[in-house]
């Protein structure tokens, strides 16, 4: 069966650290995106990608880079990790650039940042 | 800004009781509005897609209705289970920009 999945499921770093959060999935979907979930939000979009080579950024951007050299991964980079970063991050894949289609979401990694 | 608020935020309800959640938005151009199941620990998952022209649609013990002149949704659960603690999360789509926009979602717990 397809499926999205992300790693680590959970990490703790320290301030300043630069950490990459993994995110691979076998839809073989073009579009894929990355969100935060904050209490006393909804989920935030980050940066997304329409395909091989293409990123763009989203809501709440900064910090945050991503990078596409395959259809099944999007990394996301926290360039210099901040306490402001504390979140669970989502990954998703859809068939969809937009929300036409479901969009299939990862289990999720939850970040700490000390 | 297009917005979406959810009520309430968290609803504690015994096992086989109905509930129901609400979905307020102001999302505009309209183009189709989803509810989605998360449970604790994991991604969401869609329970339901509504467009402009659907005003109810069901998925076993869920039925969410849609009042597109009112931008209002709704998600009734029936006969609720345990297996139904978890938050629900409105997302509406506008027709413009590809972009979705997330509610802050209900909590529910479903008690023995």
């Known amino acids: 069966d397809a499926e999205i999945t992300q790693s680590p499921r959970h990490k703790i770093t320290e301030t300043g650290r630069q950490v990459t959060l993994a995110c691979h999935q076998t839809?073989?979907?073009?579009?894929m995106f990355w969100y935060r979930q904050d209490l006393g939000h909804g989920l935030r979009l980050i940066h997304y990608?329409?395909?091989?080579?293409?990123?763009n950024k989203g809501e709440v951007s900064d910090g945050y880079s991503v990078s596409r050299s395959n259809t099944e991964d999007l990394p996301l980079t926290l360039e210099s990790a901040a306490s402001s970063q504390t979140s669970v991050y989502f990954c998703?894949?859809?068939?969809?650039?937009?929300?036409?289609?479901?969009?299939?979401f990862g289990p999720g990694t939850r970040l700490t940042v000390t | 800004k297009n917005q979406v608020e959810q009520s309430p935020q968290s609803l504690i309800i015994l096992e086989g009781k109905n509930c129901t959640l609400q979905c307020n938005y102001t999302v505009s151009p309209f183009s189709n509005l989803r509810w989605y199941k998360q449970d604790t620990g994991r991604g969401p998952v869609s329970l339901t897609i509504m467009t402009f022209s659907e005003n109810t649609k069901s998925n076993g013990r869920y039925t969410a209705t849609l009042d597109a002149d009112t931008k209002q949704s709704s998600l009734h659960i029936t006969a609720s289970q345990l297996s139904d603690s978890a938050s629900y999360i409105c997302v509406v789509r506008a027709n413009a920009g590809n972009m979705l926009t997330f509610g802050g979602g209900t909590r529910l717990m479903v008690k023995p």
């Open positions: 839809w073989n979907h073009n579009n």
């Open positions: 998703a894949s859809s068939e969809s650039p937009g929300g036409a289609r479901e969009q299939y």
């Open positions: 990608s329409y395909g091989v080579q293409d990123t």
